[in-house]
């Protein structure tokens, strides 16, 4: 059986999303980001980069990195209607999808998640943080352009992990109007959270994001 270390507050959930759509078993190692266990030396000692989350395959290798995970799973275990093959026609816009995704807006992410390691002082945070959103929705502003020629998907009439994985991220970015301009990310999204083996998922992240969201009200949160 697989093994994920994940849990509250992280994208181990888009891997619990990919999991779900294969119908696969797992046993989940909750890891508390909050509370430094990411840090701690037993979780360095399975992945050193200290984040979560990471894989543990039946075979007892070491899988990390959200997208590789993911992509390992739908091949893997021949979820075709997650990743195409190599040799169909959809392939390459589906590596480009998945690039686009973890080239240009994660790293946009994690500087709205964690704004304070991206200045040199504190104070300046807040304004980084603020020019993350920004940079963010310049992604979804491309991804709705292509969504918009060819959609209602990446892939046309196709599902695929890139849409699950721009409708976890864009939920970050869903407030109020924020996605008003780019109906057709929303009707993406709205796509994905419709498939009913991710609903469940779905709820869970919206619990996630509000249990954040109090914790940094209090001045909490991971450092
Ligand atoms: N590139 C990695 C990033 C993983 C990552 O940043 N995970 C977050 C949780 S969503 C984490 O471990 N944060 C703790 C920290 O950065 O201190 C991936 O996609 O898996």
């Given at each position: 059986m697989y093994i994920l270390y994940g849990?509250?507050?992280?994208?181990?959930?888009?891997?619990?999303?990919?999991?779900?759509?294969?119908?696969?078993?797992?046993?989940?190692?909750?890891?508390?980001?909050?509370?430094?266990?990411?840090?701690?030396?037993?979780?360095?000692?399975v992945n050193p980069a200290g984040w979560v989350?990471?894989?543990?395959?039946?075979?007892?290798?070491?899988?990390?990195?959200?997208?590789?995970?993911?992509?390992?799973l739908a091949e893997h275990h021949g979820l075709a209607h997650l990743a195409p093959k190599i040799d169909e026609a959809e392939r390459g816009q589906f590596l480009s999808g998945l690039f686009y995704l973890t080239?240009?807006?994660?790293?946009?992410?994690?500087r709205y998640f964690y704004p304070h390691r991206y200045v040199m002082r504190e104070e300046d945070a807040p304004a980084r943080k603020?020019?993350?959103?920004?940079?963010?929705?310049?992604?979804?502003?491309?991804?709705?352009?292509?969504?918009a020629t060819g959609g209602p998907f990446h892939l046309g009439e196709r599902f695929?992990?890139?849409?699950?994985?721009?409708?976890?991220?864009?939920?970050?970015?869903?407030?109020?109007?924020?996605?008003?301009?780019?109906?057709?990310?929303?009707r993406c999204i709205?796509?994905?959270?419709q498939r009913p083996v991710l609903r469940d998922k779905f709820e869970t992240w919206e619990?996630?994001?509000?249990?954040?969201?109090?914790?940094q009200a209090k001045g909490g949160g991971v450092r």
């Open positions: 849990g509250q507050f992280t994208r181990a959930l888009i891997v619990e999303m990919v999991l779900a759509e294969g119908r696969l078993d797992y046993e989940l190692r909750e890891i508390d980001i909050v509370n430094q266990e990411h840090r701690a030396p037993e979780y360095l000692a989350p990471a894989l543990i395959t039946p075979g007892g290798e070491t899988l990390y990195e959200t997208p590789a995970i993911s992509l390992y080239d240009e807006l994660e790293p946009v992410m994690k603020q020019q993350s959103i920004r940079d963010a929705m310049v992604c979804l502003s491309v991804i709705d352009q292509r969504l695929s992990l890139v849409d699950l994985m721009t409708a976890y991220w864009a939920a970050y970015l869903d407030t109020g109007k924020a996605l008003d301009p780019y109906p057709a990310l929303r709205e796509l994905v959270r619990t996630m994001r509000a249990e954040y969201a109090a914790l």
